[in-house]
């Protein structure tokens, strides 16, 4: 019975072993995906850029038409 539960220690050993680097290789070849994600940032900021001085521009406009028509009416 000694030798069967020396035998299971043994293979947990191997497998926790295992199973740590493992972990610790998976981490080793991650991809650096920083420039990726910086991009993705400047591109968010050019489209968010665009949309505010899109609804800023719609809103002269509809104020400039109204001050017009206002004009009209009078």
Avoid: C, W
Avoid at 2 to 7: A, S
Avoid at 33 to 48: C, K, L, Q, S
């Amino acid at each position: 019975m000694k030798k069967l539960k020396n035998i299971l220690a043994t293979k947990r050993a191997k497998a926790g072993l295992l199973l740590t680097s493992t972990l610790g290789s998976a981490s080793a070849f991650a991809a650096d995906h920083t420039e990726t994600i910086n991009a993705a940032v400047a591109d968010g900021t050019t489209n968010y850029t665009a949309i505010i001085t899109g609804v800023i521009t719609v809103a002269a406009v509809g104020f400039a038409i109204g001050m017009i028509i206002r004009q009209f009416n009078r």
